[in-house]
């Protein structure tokens, strides 16, 4: 049923039977999802609806459209903002790491990833508490803008690092090349890959088995500061550079 009374652009949410709530994104106008001003305006607002609402056992976002999650950013908008002010390009950036840092602040989250989920869409996947990618063919995870002379600017450069280590992530971000489903989970990318038709389960099975304390303690752990011996840290520094 509905979990919110007003109509979104670019989402819905829906509330399950068992307690969760489903936020799935079909960003009109593209192909595949982008992530647009509009998107960023609705997922505050959903948030807002479902923090005021019965609480959730979880929330599971996904995509309406097949074959993506989330392509990056608008590059209508990337290209906007090559002629701003600093401060301006930095208010889009805090504002957007803002609304992510949102999505592991109550409530368990999990992404469901099936497609491309890349740039700004790996970011808000990685501002989640848990990820599933499928094996489907066309799912990738990366940050191909780095390519472009561009770098992650929602939070992805400090979540993965946490997540994966300094110097995968830094091979990741530095690289611009994408890995499928099975080498995310190798990578500690995501915490599961199963078939496109099991991911739902997938997700509904890590809120009811780490929903609880095990996500406080998830949270706190990636909140705190990666630890580089000198060694680490001038090997690191050395590659980065290369």
Request: charged share 25%; glycine share 12%.
């Amino acid at each position: 049923m509905p979990a919110s009374d007003r109509d979104f652009a670019t989402l819905t949410i829906e509330r399950t039977v068992d307690g969760l709530v489903v936020i799935s994104f079909d960003v009109p106008g593209h192909r595949q999802n982008v992530i647009t001003p509009q998107v960023f305006a609705d997922l505050s607002a959903a948030i807002d609806d479902i923090d005021h609402g019965p609480r959730p056992a979880g929330v599971i976002l996904r995509s309406a459209k097949e074959g993506t999650f989330f392509a990056g950013a608008d590059l209508d908008r990337i290209d906007a903002l090559a002629s701003k002010p600093a401060a301006e390009v930095e208010q889009v950036a805090d504002a957007g790491k803002k609304i992510f840092g949102r999505l592991s602040a109550s409530w368990p989250t999990v992404a469901l990833i099936d497609g491309t989920c890349l740039g700004g869409g790996l970011e808000l996947a990685l501002a989640c508490d848990f990820r599933v990618a499928t094996s489907g063919p066309k799912t990738s995870l990366g940050f191909p803008e780095v390519k472009l002379g561009l770098l992650p600017g929602w939070g992805g450069t400090v979540r993965g690092s946490r997540l994966i280590g300094p110097g995968p992530a830094i091979e990741l971000v530095a690289s611009g090349e994408a890995v499928d489903g099975p080498g995310a989970v190798r990578l500690g990318l995501v915490d599961a890959c199963v078939p496109p038709e099991a991911a739902m389960e997938s997700a509904r099975r890590l809120i009811a088995m780490h929903g609880g304390p095990d996500v406080s303690e998830r949270r706190r752990r990636l909140a705190a500061a990666v630890e580089l011996d000198p060694a680490e840290r001038d090997f690191l520094e050395a590659t980065t550079a290369a």
